[in-house]
């Protein structure tokens, strides 16, 4: 059966609803880029969710509403909540990720429609909260759930004590051989969890298995090919900084975000791992405090100035700390309906002097129908900020229209930046899917 790694659940809506690409992420907390550096799978606070339909769906919006309200029974989400007013159709950002990315001109349908953003939908849910309803679904579509592996590590009280949360799936379609003449899906669930080493570790500066999760590995999943941890020790070739133990021979080399990284693996599936105690608690004990970490190329933080309940000002700012080299940046907005742009005040600048973009893509709200779609290609200069501003004005809603606990105010979703930042090592692309981190994603 195909099913018995595959998750039914997920055929079933694959087949169904004609789906080519879904993405889904839950996540809670913001990621600090100054502080942990760039996201390995960045995703924005909230429920995100992007979905390429296949070319034989007629009626994509009533497609797309039955997809979210089955995805919200399966991950227990209030995905159900996304509708007209907070989905849009992007023109030029999500490419896929799967076959249709960059090879569609060597395949015949049903890929050759994948630059037809028809078929696309992009919704964000800014002020879902993410929980221990949210994780269980997530374990049960792994092929061992949370009973062996590195899943027995999730324990639900331990992950949401963190500073940064996300889970997400990703399905796509993938080539089986080079020529691409069969293709397959390929799910990959990732999480992405940050915790605080003081908090975690009670003031000490030491790490481990067991204080982290109350647990320790004792086994692989018996249906994994492959199981490893991966312990990044570029920065500490010879242990000046922090000490691991066990020891491991094995090392791998990838390169992570642009940079060549050392890492030190332990295979799960080895039994020499677990040692005669059949167990593996990983402790990592710091010698140092000092260290620097890595200043990401691009950067962007967006806030909203104004004063008072009726105007403001969208300020978003992205930042390019390559010391010579400029790229172009593409910027997606979604804006609620009930925020009012005035699109004539846009201005882009950098470094003081007007930055004009080469491709602007702009989709007007409709009051209680659809929010507003910006979408701008802009090119960052070296070493500078790039600040794009807009105004608003917010429109008077029905007294039935406010969110249950309109003490919170109003959510408004992430800004969505695609980009191809300079790496420092040149990438090889035919090797992305043997590196570990999910590299070529």
């Not at 993410?130 to 049960?140: D, G, H, I, Q, R």
Request: glycine share 4%; proline share 7%; with cysteine.
């Amino acid at each position: 059966s195909h099913y018995r790694l595959f998750p039914k659940s997920l055929g079933q809506v694959i087949s169904k609803f004609s789906v080519l690409e879904l993405h889904i992420s839950f996540t809670q907390g913001y990621w600090r880029t100054m502080q942990w550096g760039q996201p390995f799978l960045p995703s924005p606070p909230g429920a995100e969710l992007w979905v390429w339909f296949q070319d034989s769906v007629t009626d994509v919006d009533g497609t797309w509403k039955e997809l979210t309200n089955v995805l919200s029974g399966i991950f227990c989400a209030s995905l159900n909540f996304i509708d007209s007013t907070n989905t849009v159709q992007p023109s030029a950002s999500f490419k896929p990720l799967g076959i249709g990315n960059g090879t569609e001109r060597l395949l015949p349908s049903p890929f050759a429609f994948l630059t037809d953003h028809r078929f696309l939908r992009y919704a964000t849910l800014p002020r879902e909260i993410v929980c221990t309803e949210n994780l269980t679904p997530w374990k049960k579509l792994l092929p061992c759930g949370s009973k062996a592996g590195l899943a027995v590590l999730l324990k639900s009280e331990k992950l949401f004590h963190s500073s940064f949360h996300s889970q997400a799936v990703h399905i796509r379609p993938v080539c089986q051989d080079w020529q691409c003449k069969t293709t397959s899906w390929e799910l990959r669930q990732t999480l992405n969890v940050v915790f605080d080493l003081h908090t975690s570790s009670q003031g000490k500066r030491e790490w481990s298995l067991f204080k982290m999760f109350s647990r320790t590995l004792t086994e692989s999943c018996p249906l994994a090919s492959s199981s490893k941890i991966y312990i990044d020790i570029t920065d500490n070739p010879q242990g000046e900084q922090f000490e691991v133990s066990p020891a491991t021979p094995l090392l791998s080399q990838a390169v992570v975000l642009g940079d060549r990284r050392t890492f030190s693996v332990y295979d799960l599936t080895q039994q020499i791992t677990f040692g005669t105690v059949r167990s593996l608690n990983l402790l990592i004990r710091w010698k140092s405090s000092e260290g620097d970490m890595l200043r990401p190329l691009l950067h962007a933080e967006r806030y909203v100035a104004g004063y008072g309940l009726q105007t403001g000002e969208i300020h978003t700012l992205m930042y390019n700390y390559h010391p010579y080299r400029s790229f172009p940046v593409l910027l997606l907005d979604s804006v609620p309906w009930y925020l009012r742009l005035y699109i004539h005040t846009l201005t882009v600048t950098s470094k003081g002097k007007d930055n004009k973009p080469s491709y602007i893509h702009y989709q007007p709200s409709k009051d209680r129908v659809r929010p507003h779609l910006l979408e701008m290609l802009v090119q960052l200069p070296p070493n500078s900020v790039t600040e794009v501003t807009v105004q608003f004005e917010r429109a008077l809603l029905k007294w039935t229209e406010y969110t249950p606990d309109p003490n919170h105010g109003f959510y408004v979703g992430s800004s969505v930046i695609s980009s191809l930042v300079p790496s420092i090592v040149a990438m090889d692309t035919n090797s992305t899917q043997e590196r570990p981190l999910f590299s070529s994603l």
